[in-house]
């Protein structure tokens, strides 16, 4: 319904006809309220019959919509992302993790995206880096947050991409719209030209603008192995200014669940 500012009147809005709830469908439709509309074909007839005040009515339906726009940013947001295997906190042990229980816990408030802080996840093969720097981007997304995933490789191929038209710092630029971004698995193989390349640039446009989160057999102090001194002395300076360095040890996750004989359900 809506009211002509000349008369005061209620009129009935045009090219709706049928039974009020039809109406309802028709203008949910019409505003682009999927969630709103599909909610209305049971709470109508339950605010029918419980009597519901009209305004509890409209307060239920506006929740549903609201509600199904936010899991549907929730589950955008999580597409964008491009995390490689959905590992939560649900799937992680605190206990079995050799990071500190309070840094984990200090880590998942997530304060330190919010401050534009950086986190260097560095440690043998195995020992849950991937996963508790997925973790903390899945949550992120659940706040609210903007998260970009990144192999190093996939930089080195974003770099030979856009080097062609000249728009590398564009692309650049577009990743550092994410409220974090994670680079993964620094360190597991040999760096190309294009991915030292493609990383100091991310390091730098993000410096005291975003927050960036890697992972890395190797400590950033080590980078010089994989990349030109000069290249890396100034990522690392840019990268640890503002960083938490998280240091994991241990065996290997995988290697004790396969030889446990937990890594594949048994045969029958």
């Given amino acids: ?56 009515t409209l307060r239920v339906l506006l929740a549903e919509e609201t509600s199904g726009r ?14 490689p295997a959905g590992k939560t906190f649900d799937s992680w042990d605190e206990n079995a993790s050799s990071i500190l229980t309070p840094t984990q816990q200090a880590l998942a408030t997530l304060e330190w995206i919010h401050r534009g802080e950086n986190l260097c996840v560095c440690g043998p093969s195995g020992t849950g880096k991937s996963h508790f720097c ?23 191929s974003l770099v030979t991409r856009h080097r062609a038209d000249d728009s590398v710092t564009k692309a650049i630029t577009r990743i550092i719209r994410a409220d974090l971004v994670i680079v993964d698995d620094i360190g597991m193989l040999p760096m190309s030209h294009d991915a030292a390349e493609g990383f100091y640039r991310l390091v730098d446009a993000a410096y005291e603008r975003r927050a960036l989160a890697i992972s890395s057999n190797l400590h950033p102090s080590g980078f010089d192995e994989l990349m030109p001194k000069t290249l890396a002395t100034a ?6 200014h503002h960083a938490h360095i998280v240091v994991t040890s241990g065996d290997s996750y995988r290697l004790a669940e396969a030889t446990a004989g937990n890594g594949v359900t048994p045969l029958t």
């Avoid at 936010?70 to 995390?83: E, L, V, Y």
């Avoid at 903390?136 to 080195?156: H, K």
Wanted: no cysteine; hydrophobic share 40%; glycine share 6%.
């Fill in 134 to 156: 997925e973790a903390l981007g899945q949550r992120a997304i659940d706040t609210g947050l903007t998260v970009s995933w990144f192999s190093i490789e996939d930089l080195g």
């Fill in 70 to 83: 936010a899991t549907s940013a929730i589950h955008n947001r999580r597409r964008k992302a491009g995390f």
């Fill in 235 to 240: 990522t690392v300076d840019r990268l640890l």
């Fill in 1 to 56: 319904m809506s009211t002509t500012p000349a008369t005061g009147t209620a009129t009935t809005p045009t090219n709706v006809t049928g039974d009020p709830s039809e109406q309802v469908a028709a203008l949910a439709k019409k505003l682009r309220m999927p969630y709103l509309r599909r909610a209305a074909a049971e709470v109508i007839p339950t605010a029918r019959a419980q009597r519901w005040d009209p305004a509890e």
